[in-house]
């Protein structure tokens, strides 16, 4: 099956620690996309990668880092530095950007990570 | 900078009604908006995409519209059941076509 997995499903984490959040897609995607939703809201850009080796900064980016250096996947690390850490972490990814036909996202089921 | 509103925030309707959903957006320069289901816990599914040069598109008993110069999408929904009930959101993706903004989306409850 073609899709986006996330792990683990659920995260708990000590004040003070770093923690890493998995994400890997088999849809041969070129961009994925790390988003942050907390209760009642929608969802917040954080970092976006179009292609591997490459990602920028999205809404709120601080305290969080990424990398990319597999197409198939993009991990987000949560530092000791985000204030508030506390959310539902999703993971999505899109085929490309050259075109807007490649635009439709696709969603991973999501990281719920907590602050002990 | 865009800013993605969806009323009502929340909606109970009886099963069989047909609905609209209502999402607005304040920068018309939109490359394509896309409707997602979320249910309680989980990740979101992809509904329906409309390209900025499209005005509706059709899926099954959704069809979302798009008007541009307006700034407004609707996402129409017929005979709806149980099985509907979820959370809708909408997102919006802009000329820096590596964002998409959201809106908080609306909570449907389809009551037996």
């Known amino acids: 099956d073609g899709g986006i997995t996330q792990s683990p499903k659920y995260l708990f984490r000590k004040e003070g620690q770093n923690v890493t959040l998995s994400c890997e897609q088999n849809?041969?995607?070129?961009?994925m996309y790390w988003y942050r939703q907390d209760p009642g809201q929608g969802l917040r850009l954080i970092y976006y990668?179009?292609?591997?080796?490459?990602?920028q900064k999205g809404d709120i980016a601080e305290g969080y880092s990424v990398s990319r250096e597999k197409k198939e996947s993009f991990p987000l690390t949560v530092t000791s530095a985000q204030k508030n850490p506390t959310a539902f972490y999703l993971c999505?990814?899109?085929?490309?950007?050259?075109?807007?036909?490649?635009?439709?996202?696709?969603f991973g089921p999501g990281t719920r990570l907590t602050v002990l | 900078k865009q800013e993605v509103t969806q009323i009502p925030a929340a909606l109970s309707v009886p099963e069989g009604e047909n609905l609209v959903l209502n999402c607005s957006f304040t920068?018309?320069?939109?490359?394509?908006l896309q409707w997602f289901r979320q249910d309680p816990g989980k990740g979101l599914t992809s509904l329906l995409l409309?390209?900025?040069?499209?005005r509706e598109q059709t899926s099954g008993r959704l069809n979302a519209s798009l008007d541009k110069s307006s700034g407004r999408s609707t996402l129409y929904i017929a005979a709806s059941q149980p099985g509907d009930s979820a959370t809708y959101l909408c997102?919006?993706?802009?000329?820096?076509?590596?964002?998409?903004?959201f809106g908080d989306g609306t909570t449907l409850t389809v009551k037996p």
């Open positions: 999505a990814s899109s085929k490309g950007l050259a075109g807007v036909s490649y635009n439709e996202q696709f």
């Open positions: 849809l041969n995607h070129d961009a």
């Open positions: 409309i390209q900025s040069s499209q």
């Open positions: 990668s179009q292609i591997v080796n490459d990602f």
């Open positions: 920068d018309s320069a939109i490359y394509n």
């Open positions: 997102a919006v993706r802009g000329p820096n076509a590596g964002k998409s903004t």
